[in-house]
DNA sequence: ACATCTACCTAAAGGCTTTAGGCAAAAGGT
DNA sequence: ACCTTTTGCCTAAAGCCTTTAGGTAGATGT
């Protein structure tokens, strides 16, 4: 009988492969192990249990999201990375939604720390780059940014613009536009 | 041996308790039971498996929701209702952040047009009488909102701003401002 | 060929979900 | 008060998921 040649790192894609196409939140270790054809005791010799698979995929969906926003931005400024940051998780959370819940699952503060997290927020930061604001403003712009990134995008995801009009591909790139009008025109306190 | 005294209306409020203490992710069947010193299978009298209950739950903090919000902009309009409706919001999720959380819950579009929900689309876009915004812009002004209103609430709800400076409420504050000035100044297409 | 990992297995205990069938308290009519 | 109906809760049991313990055989290196 020949093995399956798992190890920690092909079970963790395996489940994110399968949070993508099942749900991150239906994920379980006895659904992954019928899906890797082993027997559910198997897999816990590479992951510790039920929790720490989730957190494993969840820091693989970052990471694999601060590459992808690492290569958007390299090379563009302002408006056009701007952009080009914003599409990258919104088109990630569209090709993976499994993987982009995931990367929404909550971290005890160590793990996040330890993750990719703190690397999305330093690009966000460096999108502003390109505008002219100071701190506290550049950390407020940040946070704005992060907010709209994901609320949007979670509200997307989950059918909230669904059947109405107009359609939300151009409400996201009309959002993007004032964004763009915002941050170069930022209030003053 | 005397009853509980139970129903569906007052099995699905202490299964919303229950949540902002444990958190809506970790309700279950029996948990509740165990809260309501009741045999778990008394439950599915009341609730017809562990979905339903969650999506009761869902519901009824929508609706909470919805009655704030309504509370909260009658009889203002411009900045002053855009502030109070997004703190209700982001008030309630710091009180009932189960509640709050199952708010976010995915419902089948049949009972999220039964919900609340597009009260709220209508609250959000009541917002906007005080501004100078046409359709299609009305709309993709109504998304923008839902979005940051959702995304800030939730990433502060996962501890995304703690542990930096300046704090959050300026943040908040500092949001309202320039979303604010935004919708004064919408950018023409 | 040998020892040693290591990937996988069987077995078993415990918890959550859900259904079926029963009993007794509450509610309502006479 | 008495009887009937309703209904709120129970016990029992089957099925699935999680997790641990202990065993076996395929891969790896000497």
Chains 1, 2 share one sequence.
Do not use: C
């Not at 899906?35 to 990471?63: F, G, T």
């Not at 720390?113 to 460096?126: E, I, N, S, V, Y």
């Amino acid at each position: 009988m020949t093995r399956a040649g798992l190890n920690t790192q092909r079970v963790t894609e395996a489940g994110a492969d399968l949070a993508d196409e099942i749900g991150f939140t239906q994920i379980t270790v006895s659904e992954l192990a019928r899906r890797l054809d082993v027997k559910v005791a198997s897999l816990y010799s590479h992951v510790r249990n039920s929790e720490d698979l989730k957190v494993r995929i969840a820091l693989l969906a970052l990471e694999e999201l601060a590459d992808r926003a690492a290569d958007a931005i390299a090379g563009r400024a302002g408006k056009d990375a701007l952009i080009a940051l914003a599409n990258v998780y919104r088109d990630y959370a569209r090709a993976h939604p499994g993987r982009y819940t995931a990367a929404q699952y909550r971290l005890d503060p160590q793990t996040a720390a330890a993750g990719a997290g703190p690397r999305h927020a330093r690009m966000t930061r460096a999108i502003l780059r390109g505008y002219d604001l100071q701190e506290p403003d550049r950390t407020h712009a940040v946070r704005l940014l992060g907010s709209v990134f994901h609320g949007y995008t979670s509200l997307e995801m989950g059918g909230g613009f669904d059947h109405s009009a107009p359609d939300s591909d151009q409400s996201w790139s009309r959002t993007l536009d004032a964004l763009d009008a915002l941050l170069r025109h930022w209030p003053r306190p």
